[in-house]
Nanobody
Framework: QVQLVESGGGLVQTGGSLNLSCAASGIMFSLNAMSWYRQAPGKQRELVASITMSGTTNYAESVKGRFTISRDDAKRTVYLRMNSLTPEDTAVYYC???????????WGQGTRVTVSS
């Protein structure tokens, strides 16, 4: 059974930082690209950051320079370090795994991030 379990969300003031984690089980973690998405109230889910099997990263323009995605294959965990948070970062953050050669992907249940002004 595949499980992606996010943690680390919460309430933070503008300018603050949070570290999100996503622990994976039931997948060959090292063979998956991992991503963080977010969905704000009333908006579509959007890609925040992704990291390939080889460690290449990609970021949404809105978070470049503030967020850092990383992965630890030994711990089967992907991280999202979020700095300089603003109320516009308020959303539910979801972890995603994508195995391109099989065309399979999985989602976590999400962790809520609220940034107060």
């Amino acid at each position: 059974q595949v499980q992606l379990v996010e943690s680390g969300g919460g309430l933070v003031q503008t300018g603050g930082s949070l570290n999100l984690s996503c622990a994976a089980s039931g997948i060959m973690f090292s063979l998956n690209a991992m991503s963080w998405y977010r969905q704000a109230p009333g908006k579509q889910r959007e890609l925040v950051a992704s990291i390939t099997m080889s460690g290449t990263t990609n970021y949404a323009e809105s978070v470049k320079g503030r967020f850092t995605i990383s992965r630890d294959d030994a711990k089967r965990t992907v991280y999202l370090r979020m700095n300089s948070l603003t109320p516009e970062d308020t959303a539910v953050y979801y972890c995603n795994s994508l195995r391109r050669d099989w065309g399979t992907q999985h989602w976590g249940q999400g962790t809520r991030v609220t940034v107060s002004s």
